[in-house]
């Protein structure tokens, strides 16, 4: 692969651009490499800020689970709800900031409030009486629409975590509603959802739908690998023991196909 050095040099030789005009170029890139990482290193106060977050996420949990008992169903729902608000607030106000570690921490922020807004609306189905299936599916979807609204406008590689984690939730939902039925297929249809939402990513992206393509990637292709082994577990019917396999040539090909090796590595533990 050529280097922008390279390239100015080529340009200069073909007579596009005149010597003065290469050196400005060059000087220019120079002065902003060296800015950048200066820039994108973690800071001190970046670090305190997720300490933060960490503490008040943990002591919201302690609190909850050694006073839940006691608390009426309206405080129930605000303790996970003040919080969700917080953090979209949090975040939309930390994204607005010049420093790149600041706006780092309010995409984080924005992560946890998908969570938290699906964790809400659980306690909610919960206190109404709603059956514990029922919970996790509509959690989900929810979780997945907040992902994205908060993806949409930062496509941060946090809020495509907080899909994935919306996609797991999701899988784990099409297990209960299938235990339903017949607790032998719960675990084939928790990894044929996973392993469908692998499948959906990793088209998305390569399409050029959802970004950043590194972690959209990797998420996408473990999905696959994991979705495929999860649903040949404990299935009655033979034929979906195959699938770890079809799902490790799938990724195989895709990463000779599009260049990307780690789908090499994922379809190998398939």
């Avoid at 800071?43 to 503490?55: H, R």
């Amino acid at each position: 692969m050529s280097t922008p050095l390279e390239h100015l040099k080529r340009w200069q030789e073909a007579g596009l651009i005149d010597e003065r005009t290469a050196q400005r170029v060059s000087d220019f890139e120079s002065e902003r490499r060296k800015a950048e990482p200066a820039m994108e290193r973690p800071t001190f106060t970046e670090a305190l800020l997720y300490l933060g977050v960490i503490v008040i996420a943990v002591g919201v949990i302690v609190l909850a689970a050694t006073n839940w008992g006691h608390l009426g169903s309206w405080a129930r729902v605000m303790v996970p709800g003040i919080p969700a608000i917080a953090a979209v607030a949090a975040g939309w106000f930390m994204r607005g900031q010049q420093h790149p570690g600041v706006r780092r921490g309010g995409s984080a922020a924005w992560a946890a409030a998908a969570g938290l807004v699906a964790g809400t609306t659980a306690v909610v189905l919960n206190e109404a009486g709603v059956s514990s299936e029922n919970t996790a599916l509509v959690s989900g979807i929810v979780m997945a629409i907040a992902a994205f609204a908060l993806w949409w406008p930062d496509k941060g590689d946090l809020q495509v975590v907080a899909g994935a984690a919306a996609g797991l939730l999701l899988s784990v939902s099409a297990s209960a509603e299938m235990s339903r039925v017949s607790e032998r297929w719960a675990p084939s249809a928790a990894g044929l959802a996973m392993l469908g939402f692998g499948a959906m990513a990793v088209v998305a992206v390569e399409l050029g739908l959802i970004r950043p393509r590194i972690t959209c990637r990797l998420l996408g292709g473990l999905s696959i690998a994991l979705g495929g082994f999860v649903a040949s577990t404990g299935t009655p019917f033979g034929g979906i023991e195959v699938l770890p396999f079809v799902a490790g040539a799938a990724l195989v090909w895709a990463s000779v196909r599009l260049a990307f090796f780690p789908y090499t590595v994922l379809g190998i533990a398939a």
